[in-house]
């Protein structure tokens, strides 16, 4: 569920060198190492920026991006340098898996002689993954069809290094559930001397596959399996390898621990050592452990343990959904290490044997993502908000222990920051909007924060701040809840105006960030404030919010409940302060965990909620994926009442308002079968309500011709019609 959350709040992507992995990906721009200079793709070439002048350059042309005999260049999707420069690996040609495209063609260009060549061609198309030029950059690893390969640079000679690989079993890549819930993609890693490659096995065989069924594109359906692990199903057998470059066996590292009951989250090599470092979770995810393995003979060491009441994050969850890299510090002498184990989330220094640990952030608050390190200076540079949770700003605090911290972000700038740093940390591309102000962005300076210029990225003809309140109320449980109002247009407060409540509530994200965005709703057809309603969010106990660990993990074992009375007790609440709010006009939605609450929300207080419009939802916490699930509420074999006390089938017999549920029929993260179950289940106590399946769409509900534009007319139309809008 992690990352395919429909939300309102935008995230930069922050580019931080922590490791330099030459992977052509799908890019904004990127850095050269002088951190003055950086490059991007254009239309049909890639071109050096000056951040100070802005003035342009041609890295790459038209004409040495068109391979031979070909009509046109290539459109890149991303690319990768050597570390001389000398050689750009190219992706282009792009494929989604699931929910990214991460397969597609690559070429290789030579920069000195500028030929250009397919690299994996005699694979089929679009079937390579995570190709990497290797740190010396003669060689190019890839994946293609769940084995891996390296190529020469120079000769084209290729080496197959796996060649077990199958549908079940998958080497330098992960299944559905890695993927899904840990962010786990690319899964191999050069080693430093280029010599060998390390990489990832994960042994699906034993994961019952669940079967989609295509029925509209023959006359006969079609079954599309996806290997997905239920909760309370063992996890897919993981094991981490190490493969001569040249060919040859691989030798599996021996990590204690029943691989059906474990989870192996991070691997990287030390940065100049024969040396692995492995993150290893036990499957309920609440203890890890750091081993060091000597690549040499394969022996490991633990060199770190923590453990936890509920759950432990891993990086994708304070690193914008991407795991891969490490934090090194003094050339992999030490490291960053995250933890929540003091009730906030923090960062520290570790040493590479485990011994010696320095906490850099102390204090009241929690980072949200690490934005630069800055070795030579002694700075991390990070993303928080102590004072208000709804916001995000840039901070620095020396490494040395005494936490000293520094406001980089403009103190007169009230809203959400991002940057995307360079990696000398002397300039940075800085983001800025909130509620008022629309997004822009500036090249600036760093520490002192100057404007260099303009980055030719704030938004044109921007609309209109929308009439959006940010408050703060306490429930009657005595929980203080973030929220926002946009109220209609021409407000009269001695009037009576219907409410529409927009939810999440899970741990995989919020809804009341402040920013531009903040009030809109890409559904309605129009203007909602035009048409007459007061729009609402509020972020219950369990959304990852920078409110510490105990607001955070207070959801555990309690998605369904906790997290849906905490939604009711603020609307309460917000109806005994607002009298213009008109409680017989209220509905809610939401999509995925969102659709789940607004589920819980109909049947659990169908006193307070009248009109409902639930879009993918889990409506049995059974049927969703072991990762997730688990993580958040324990192992069905051991609590399932928690499961069932949590799950919309539950309450389903009560409902008494109106409710539209929709559901793409090829949703694999979702499965339609909860839909199916949530159906019989209404139908079983009669209760009348209206269903919207969309044929083979995912969890998205964004393929095939006209379908975004039936599902806002769908949308507006219900919500027009049980949840009049207008004054009264």
């Known amino acids: 569920m992690n990352s395919t959350i429909r939300t309102l709040t935008l995230s930069a992507f922050f580019l931080v060198i922590f490791s330099c992995v030459a992977r052509a990906q799908s890019q904004g721009i990127r850095w050269l190492p002088d951190g003055r200079t950086y490059l991007s793709i254009t239309r049909e070439s890639i071109v050096r920026t000056d951040v100070v002048s802005g003035q342009e350059s041609t890295f790459l042309s038209k004409e040495q991006l068109t391979p031979p005999g070909a009509p046109k260049p290539l459109t890149v999707a991303g690319f990768a340098l050597s570390q001389d420069s000398s050689r750009v690996l190219i992706f282009t040609n792009t494929a989604r898996v699931w929910r990214y495209n991460t397969r597609g063609d690559y070429y290789l260009l030579d920069r000195k002689s500028n030929q250009l060549r397919q690299i994996g061609k005699n694979q089929p198309g679009q079937s390579l993954l995570f190709a990497k030029l290797s740190p010396d950059g003669t060689k190019v690893g890839y994946v293609s069809r769940n084995n891996l390969f390296v190529e020469d640079a120079a000769t084209g000679q290729t080496t197959q290094l796996t060649t077990d690989g199958t549908r079940k079993r998958i080497n330098g890549t992960f299944d559905w559930a890695y993927e899904e819930e840990f962010g786990c993609r690319d899964g191999f890693r050069w080693s430093p001397d280029s010599k060998q490659i390390a990489y990832w096995q994960i042994d699906a065989s034993a994961i019952r596959d669940y079967l989609m069924l295509n029925t509209t594109d023959s006359v006969y359906?079609?079954?599309?399996?996806?290997?997905?692990?239920?909760?309370?199903?063992s996890p897919s057998p993981a094991r981490i390898g190490l493969v001569p470059v040249s060919g040859g066996a691989t030798r599996w590292l021996a990590i204690p621990g029943d691989p059906q009951q474990h989870y192996l989250v991070r691997m990287e090599w030390f940065p100049s050592s024969n040396e692995l470092i492995i993150q290893q979770l036990n499957r309920k995810q609440n203890q890890s452990i750091l081993f060091v393995a000597q690549a040499s003979d394969g022996s490991l060491a633990p060199i770190h343990r923590e453990t936890s009441d509920t759950w432990i994050e891993t990086?994708?969850?304070?690193?914008?959904?991407?795991?891969?890299?490490w934090e090194w510090l003094d050339g992999g002498k030490s490291f960053v290490w995250v933890s929540e184990k003091d009730g906030w989330r923090h960062l520290y220094q570790l040493s590479s044997d485990g011994k010696k640990e320095i906490l850099l952030t102390p204090g009241?608050?929690?980072?949200a993502t690490i934005s630069h390190i800055d070795g030579k200076n002694r700075y991390l540079y990070f993303i928080a908000s102590p004072k208000n949770p709804t916001q995000r700003y840039l901070f620095r605090t020396k490494m040395d222990g005494k936490g000293k911290l520094e406001q980089v972000s403009p103190t007169n700038q009230v809203g959400t920051h991002s940057y995307t740093i360079s990696p000398t940390g002397q300039f940075a591309m800085h983001s800025f909007n909130s509620h008022r102000v629309p997004p822009s962005s500036h090249w600036i300076?760093?520490?002192?924060?100057?404007?260099?210029r303009s980055a030719a990225r704030t938004t044109p003809n921007a609309p209109e701040p929308r009439n959006v309140e940010f408050f703060t109320l306490t429930t009657a449980d005595g929980i203080t809840l973030d929220g926002w109002m946009r109220k209609p247009a021409n407000f009269d407060?001695?009037?009576?105006?219907?409410?529409?409540?927009?939810?999440?509530?899970?741990?995989?994200s919020t809804t009341t960030g402040d920013v531009f965005s903040?009030?809109?709703?890409?559904?309605?057809?129009g203007d909602m404030a035009k048409a007459g309603y007061c729009y609402v969010s509020l972020d219950n106990r369990g959304t990852p919010t920078l409110k510490g660990t105990a607001w955070r993990k207070a959801i555990y074992r309690q998605i369904g409940r906790i997290n849906v009375r905490d939604q009711a007790m603020g609307a309460k609440k917000l109806f005994e302060q607002r009298a213009y709010l008109d409680t017989s006009r209220v509905a809610v939605w939401g999509w995925s965990g969102g659709g789940s609450m607004t589920l819980n929300l109909l049947f659990q207080h169908p006193e307070i909620y009248k009109t409902g419009i639930s879009i993918a939802a889990v409506g049995n916490q059974l049927f969703y994926d072991n990762i997730y699930q688990e993580r958040y509420m324990g192992l069905p074999q051991e609590n399932r009442e928690d499961f069932l006390a949590g799950s919309p089938i539950t309450y389903a017999k009560n409902l008494r308002g109106d409710l539209l549920y929709i559901h793409g029929t090829g949703d694999d993260n979702v499965h339609y079968s909860n839909a199916e179950v949530l159906i019989n289940e209404l139908v079983k106590h009669n209760k009348q309500f209206q269903v919207m399946p969309y044929p083979n769409r995912t969890h998205s509900i964004s393929e095939g011709e006209g379908t975004t534009q039936h599902l806002r007319s769908l949308y507006t139309k219900f919500l027009l019609e049980h949840c009049p809008p207008g004054a009264r």
């Open 364 to 367: 009241s608050y929690d980072i």
């Open 315 to 325: 990086k994708e969850s304070w690193n914008n959904g991407n795991p891969d890299g």
């Open 518 to 525: 903040a009030g809109s709703n890409f559904l309605f057809e």
């Open 445 to 452: 300076r760093l520490p002192d924060h100057q404007e260099v």
């Open 493 to 508: 407060s001695t009037k009576k105006y219907p409410v529409v409540f927009y939810v999440y509530g899970e741990p995989a």
């Open 221 to 233: 359906s079609r079954a599309i399996p996806v290997e997905y692990p239920k909760v309370g199903e």
